[in-house]
């Protein structure tokens, strides 16, 4: 079974940074349409950006031009660096296919406040 691993997460302030890390136990990356989710308190999980193995990207409105994901075939890992951090991007953050087919991690917390 793969087992996700999820960190990077934080505390920071509203117009911040930080990078979110998304390592697997095997190399499974290789050929899989990747995605960062997110869930915030008292909502449902949802999708934030999404990359390609050939790296074609998609992202959700509400983070477009603010986040960045990008994979490491190599390393198997995937990134989500994301900048101009809002309250509203407070959330735990999973990684996963897409759509999701391996069981989710533990995820990361991502709180933005002031």
């Known amino acids: 079974q793969v087992q996700l691993v999820e960190s990077g997460g934080g505390l920071v302030q509203p117009g911040e940074s930080l990078t979110l890390f998304c390592t697997a136990s095997r190399t499974i990356f290789s050929d899989r349409l990747l995605a960062w989710y997110r869930q915030a308190p008292g909502k449902e999980r949802e999708w934030v950006a999404a990359i390609s193995e050939h790296g074609m990207i998609g992202y959700r409105d509400f983070v477009q031009g603010r986040f960045t994901i990008s994979r490491d075939n190599a390393e198997n890992t995937m990134y989500l660096q994301m900048r101009d951090l809002k309250p509203d991007d407070t959330a735990v953050y999973y990684c996963?296919?897409?759509?999701?087919?391996?069981?989710w991690g533990q995820g990361t917390q991502v709180t933005v406040s002031s």
């Open positions: 996963n296919t897409n759509p999701e087919t391996l069981t």
